[in-house]
């Protein structure tokens, strides 16, 4: 039909099984790692007839490539494959599920490499757990159409005399399984997340603590030099009508540092009393 064939190269990728009668039109959406923290979403177009099955796919797509290729170089494997169209498209979509665990065991090793440096009040993992959400998420949208169409891309059986349930209902299982699996990491990652937070809130606390608590340390200071920074005559000052002291020229000095260090360890001993630092 034209609008399967319009489905074929169009941008929206959507997982659905249509059944014409005398063949099913099928969309799967299946993932496919591209790089270390990257993974994409590619869609799988399958026509399965009584006698023929017709797939459209990328070619950087292996799985299907290996298959193809195994069937093509061994006529044994190709004998084997090809009971009917049906168990075909059975043994593809096997394949492709079977493909998605392993993108899984990579996910699960970068949860495993967060995991271990998450906790680290001196470390940042908000980048690796933004990728790991973003890989889930792409994961999630994948694997949770399979579940709902693999029970009506079973009835496909019919163009093949042997019963295929339990096979189909055997990738039911694994795409069951994986979907679980990818929401027991949605959690995880969410707890990495908060922990992160909750470790980056805590640090740039301690940081503002520290900050505020010095400069409010410094106001005395601040304040007695602003006074004694004025061009007016003042008592104590290097100026006619100073105070003689026994001190010496160096009585201005010592009155200003006592002047600055009383409220200053006023202030720090209150603090500390108060248990802010």
């Known amino acids: 039909h034209s609008l399967d064939l319009d489905a074929c190269i169009s941008t929206m990728h959507l997982t659905k099984i249509e059944d014409h009668d005398d063949y099913f039109f099928i969309t799967l959406q299946v993932p496919d ?6 993974i994409v979403s590619n869609q799988i177009v399958m026509f399965l007839g009584a ?14 490539t290996a298959l193809f290729q195994s069937c093509k170089d061994d006529e044994k494997q ?3 494959l090809m009971k009917s169209s049906a168990y075909l498209a059975y043994q593809i979509i096997d394949r492709l599920v079977d493909g998605i665990f392993s993108i899984l065991n990579n996910v699960q090793t970068s949860l ?3 995991e271990a440096v998450v906790f680290d009040e001196k470390k940042s993992s908000a980048r690796p757990i933004n990728a790991a959400r973003r890989q889930i998420a792409i994961l999630r949208r994948v694997i949770y159409p399979l579940g709902l169409y693999i ?29 679980a699996t990818v929401e027991e990491m949605k959690e995880m990652v969410e707890i990495y997340n908060d922990t992160d937070f909750t470790i980056g809130s805590e640090r740039t606390n301690t940081v503002l603590s520290f900050l505020t608590i010095f400069f409010t340390l410094t106001l005395p200071a601040a304040v007695i030099a602003a006074f004694y920074g004025m061009n007016i005559p003042i008592p104590g000052a290097l100026t006619p009508g100073a105070w003689i002291s026994p001190l010496g020229p160096y009585t201005s000095l010592i009155f200003l ?5 009383l409220p200053t ?10 248990g802010w630092f």
């Open 33 to 38: 790692q591209v790089g270390t923290d990257v």
């Open 51 to 64: 006698q023929y099955i017709v797939t459209v796919h990328p070619s950087s797509l292996k799985t299907l």
């Open 78 to 80: 190709r004998g084997a």
């Open 112 to 114: 495993d490499s967060i």
């Open 151 to 179: 029970p009506d891309i079973a009835k496909a059986q019919k163009f093949g005399k042997e019963n295929l349930t339990i096979y189909f209902s055997d990738v039911q299982h694994k795409v069951g399984k994986l979907s």
């Open 257 to 261: 540092l006592v002047l600055i260090l």
């Open 265 to 274: 360890l006023a202030m720090a001993l209150y603090f500390r009393r108060k």
